[in-house]
């Protein structure tokens, strides 16, 4: 290259996912060649179902439509913040001025970085869960900021010891970022929980920001931050359609919270972009309106793939919760597993069945060093899949 690129790209590399799709593409075009099976993909957490058909009709019918196609307003349309507010007045019990409290996403990861840019300063600490979500850090090193690790242990059920948490150099830090129900781990979120943290951040001065896509996934109640006392003073929530309405390629997902904050959020984004095409945010409206029938349908669906994949970690002697929330299933590798070849304990599982099982599981190490003995199996597929994983991991163990 003729110029140097900027520092903030050298702490950040290509995400995991993104490094290691191309060398399953790489690795299937082998096995394609020898007459072999494709790798059994059990990596990432992109549902495999159809979303809701009223979306999809919605979709269709007004994307044929004149005067579809232009720029859309920076808000969002009216009808889709109204929908995102009824949608938790209904099952978070959240009250969410529909004007200026929600705002629209290209996706609740696009938050993440929107987020970063519009309350961190070069320098300022941030508060990142280990193990945690690995975008929470990147967006945080591509922002300036000092990034100060919390530590989420299964000894604690994977939520945060405040008690060391207040021991930490507090000053200077802008935001917690959490995840409850939790990825990787699927560890629930409690309402104790919300009402800790918000408290933690007022007496703090610090911004807590939810990552709340998992919340409908093998959960018996839905619950958001911000119904928690003092929420709206301090506290940030990112949702999505990805996950509970099988949506996770259309990018649709929001921000939710006081106006003044989420004014911020929106400050930023409309330099980024020019609004989300009229007809996905018409679909949204649509798909938020799903009632109990549909998440009762997708998480009786869910509950025998995990059932499935549980069968895959009993096999591997890996130790995990089998009430956890969400799309994955989070286990600890059997003790004599050992790192090898500069790999954690989990890494050398997840390449012995990869390279000769044909299985991809991700390794844990992906999401923090308390993740390098664990692994992750997502429930993203069908039970015969997860069945005839379980098949070739036991024909080479």
Same mark, same amino acid.
């Given at each position: 290259? +003729?110029? =140097?690129?900027?520092?903030?790209? !050298? $702490?950040?590399?290509?995400?995991? &996912?993104?490094?290691?799709?191309?060398?399953?593409?790489?690795?299937?075009?082998?096995?394609?060649?020898?007459?072999?099976?494709?790798?059994?993909?059990?990596?990432?957490?992109?549902?495999?179902?159809?979303?809701?058909?009223?979306?999809?009709?919605?979709?269709?019918?007004?994307?044929?439509?004149?005067?579809?196609?232009?720029?859309?307003?920076? *808000?969002?349309?009216?009808?889709?913040?109204?929908?995102?507010?009824?949608?938790?007045?209904?099952?978070?019990?959240?009250?969410?001025?529909?004007?200026?409290?929600?705002?629209?996403?290209? %996706?609740?990861?696009?938050?993440?970085?929107?987020?970063?840019?519009?309350?961190?300063?070069?320098?300022?600490?941030?508060?990142?869960?280990?193990?945690?979500?690995?975008?929470?850090? $990147?967006?945080?090193?591509?922002?300036?900021?000092? +990034?100060?690790?919390?530590?989420?242990?299964?000894?604690?059920?994977?939520? @945060?010891?405040?008690?060391?948490?207040?021991?930490?150099?507090?000053?200077?830090?802008? +935001?917690?970022?959490?995840? *409850? @129900?939790?990825?990787?781990? %699927?560890?629930?979120?409690? @309402?104790?929980?919300?009402?800790?943290?918000?408290?933690?951040?007022?007496?703090?001065?610090?911004?807590?920001?939810?990552?709340?896509?998992?919340?409908?996934?093998?959960?018996?109640?839905?619950? !958001?931050?911000?119904?928690?006392?003092?929420?709206?003073? /301090? /506290?940030?929530?990112?949702?999505?359609?990805?996950?509970?309405?099988?949506?996770?390629?259309?990018?649709?997902?929001?921000?939710?919270?006081?106006?003044?904050?989420?004014? =911020?959020?929106?400050?930023?984004?409309?330099?980024?972009?020019? %609004?989300?095409?009229?007809?996905? #945010?018409?679909?949204?409206?649509?798909?938020?309106? #799903?009632?109990?029938?549909? &998440?009762?349908?997708?998480?009786?669906?869910?509950?025998?793939? #995990?059932?499935?994949?549980?069968?895959?970690?009993?096999?591997?002697?890996?130790?995990?919760?089998?009430?956890?929330?969400?799309?994955?299933?989070?286990?600890?590798?059997?003790?004599?597993?050992?790192?090898?070849?500069?790999?954690?304990?989990?890494?050398?599982?997840?390449?012995?069945?990869?390279?000769?099982?044909?299985?991809?599981?991700?390794?844990?190490?992906?999401? %923090?060093?308390?993740?390098?003995?664990?692994?992750?199996? !997502?429930? /993203?597929?069908?039970?015969?899949?997860?069945?005839?994983?379980?098949?070739?991991?036991?024909?080479?163990?």
């Amino acid at each position: 290259m +003729i110029v =140097q690129p900027a520092n903030r790209t !050298s $702490s950040v590399r290509e995400y995991y &996912f993104s490094w290691k799709n191309k060398e399953l593409s790489r690795l299937n075009a082998d096995r394609k060649a020898r007459g072999e099976d494709p790798i059994i993909n059990l990596g990432i957490g992109a549902p495999d179902r159809m979303p809701p058909m009223p979306a999809i009709n919605e979709l269709a019918s007004t994307a044929r439509q004149p005067g579809n196609h232009a720029y859309q307003n920076y *808000y969002g349309l009216p009808e889709l913040r109204k929908a995102y507010a009824d949608w938790y007045a209904k099952w978070y019990g959240v009250e969410l001025d529909p004007v200026n409290g929600v705002q629209p996403l290209v %996706g609740s990861k696009e938050g993440i970085l929107l987020t970063s840019m519009a309350f961190v300063n070069p320098g300022d600490k941030v508060l990142v869960p280990d193990p945690g979500y690995p975008t929470y850090t $990147s967006a945080s090193r591509l922002v300036d900021a000092q +990034i100060m690790n919390y530590d989420l242990t299964e000894e604690n059920n994977w939520m @945060p010891d405040f008690d060391a948490i207040e021991k930490m150099d507090l000053d200077g830090v802008k +935001i917690m970022w959490v995840n *409850y @129900p939790h990825m990787p781990t %699927g560890a629930k979120a409690t @309402p104790e929980l919300f009402q800790r943290l918000v408290d933690f951040g007022l007496r703090h001065k610090i911004l807590i920001v939810n990552d709340n896509p998992y919340s409908f996934i093998l959960t018996e109640r839905q619950l !958001s931050i911000l119904s928690a006392k003092g929420a709206m003073e /301090c /506290c940030l929530e990112l949702n999505s359609l990805s996950k509970a309405h099988n949506m996770s390629g259309w990018r649709i997902g929001m921000v939710g919270g006081s106006p003044e904050m989420v004014d =911020q959020v929106r400050k930023v984004k409309s330099q980024m972009d020019s %609004g989300m095409f009229k007809p996905l #945010q018409l679909a949204a409206v649509q798909a938020l309106s #799903q009632g109990e029938d549909w &998440f009762r349908e997708l998480n009786a669906e869910y509950s025998k793939r #995990q059932v499935a994949a549980g069968r895959i970690m009993d096999l591997l002697e890996a130790r995990y919760d089998k009430n956890s929330a969400g799309l994955f299933l989070w286990g600890k590798v059997k003790a004599e597993t050992q790192a090898a070849n500069g790999m954690t304990a989990g890494e050398t599982l997840s390449e012995k069945l990869l390279h000769e099982a044909g299985v991809f599981v991700t390794p844990g190490y992906i999401f %923090g060093k308390n993740g390098n003995d664990y692994i992750r199996i !997502s429930l /993203c597929a069908p039970v015969p899949t997860l069945e005839k994983a379980y098949e070739k991991i036991k024909g080479i163990l």
